[in-house]
Nanobody, 120 residues
Framework: QVQLVESGGGSVQAGGSLRLSCAAS????????MGWYRQAPGKQRELVAV???????NYADSVKGRLTIYRDTPKNTVYLQMNSLKDEDTAIYYC??????????????WGQGTQVTVSS
C-alpha cells in the first residue's frame, strides 16, 4: 500500500511561482509513474504532467514551458515547479502514483489534493 503526502500549495499572484511536492511512502515493489492532475471549479479533472521511472515526461499543452515535473527517485518524491502562473492555473492539484505492489499487482493511488490559487 502506498501513501502520498502533498505539500506546497497556496496563493500567489499571477506571474509568480510555486513548487508542489508529493512524497510516496509505504510498502511496494516499485513506483512506475508519478504525476499531477488538477481540477478547477466546475471542470473535469485534467492531466497536468507525468513522469515515469526513466524520467520521461509528458505535459498538458497549456502548461508547457511554464511547469516542470521532476522526481527524486531515492526519496520517492515528485515535484512540480510552477512558474509564470496564470489565473487559469487555479485548481486543486492531485498527485498520483502508478505503482507495483509486493504482490506484483499494478495499482493507482491518489493524494488528497492541494489548493493552488492564482490571482491577478
Amino acid at each position: 500500500q502506498v501513501q502520498l503526502v502533498e505539500s506546497g500549495g497556496g496563493s500567489v499572484q499571477a506571474g509568480g511561482s510555486l513548487r508542489l511536492s508529493c512524497a510516496a511512502s509505504g510498502t511496494f515493489f516499485s513506483i512506475n509513474v508519478m504525476g499531477w492532475y488538477r481540477q478547477a471549479p466546475g471542470k473535469q479533472r485534467e492531466l497536468v504532467a507525468v513522469i515515469n521511472s526513466r524520467d520521461n515526461t509528458n505535459y498538458a499543452d497549456s502548461v508547457k514551458g511554464r511547469l516542470t515535473i521532476y522526481r527524486d527517485t531515492p526519496k520517492n518524491t515528485v515535484y512540480l515547479q510552477m512558474n509564470s502562473l496564470k489565473d487559469e492555473d487555479t485548481a486543486i492539484y492531485y498527485c498520483y502514483a502508478d505503482y507495483t505492489g509486493n504482490d506484483w499487482r499494478r495499482r493507482l493511488y491518489w493524494g488528497q489534493g492541494t489548493q493552488v490559487t492564482v490571482s491577478s
